[in-house]
């Protein structure tokens, strides 16, 4: 009966760490697409609203490399999934992006349900 226990521990282990490697690849790919594109820095005015939105654009792309780097050293931050989060960031990454006139390098949704 111990033994079927243990296996049992051991097989939900094993499906938690495969299921967490697919999160973290993921949302990696989504990373990926953290790119903003023709914003010419020294031609925007010097505004507060362009200087949070370009704030905007280095602290979400540094959190969600950050997040996915500890998710990797074994730390659970989140009560949703990793590749959620870093979905979430890149939203706000894109909208600032396209506040400062730039164009993300991806046009469409990206799909964060398949593992590939």
């Known amino acids: 009966m111990k033994l079927f226990f243990l296996l049992v521990a051991m097989l939900t282990l094993t499906g938690c760490l495969f299921g967490k490697s697919n999160e973290v690849q993921r949302a990696e790919k989504i990373f990926q697409h953290f790119e903003c594109s023709n914003i010419e820095t020294n031609q925007l005015a010097s505004s507060s609203i362009s200087s949070f939105h370009q704030q905007s654009l280095a602290v979400n792309k540094e959190k969600a490399s950050s997040y996915i780097e500890q998710y990797k050293n074994g730390e659970d931050l ?9 979905q979430q960031k890149y939203q706000l990454y894109k909208q600032a992006c396209q506040a ?15 593992a590939e």
């Open 100 to 114: 400062l006139g730039g164009i993300s390098s991806v046009k469409q949704t990206i799909r964060i349900d398949d």
């Open 78 to 86: 989140f009560d949703i999934p990793l590749d959620e989060v870093v």
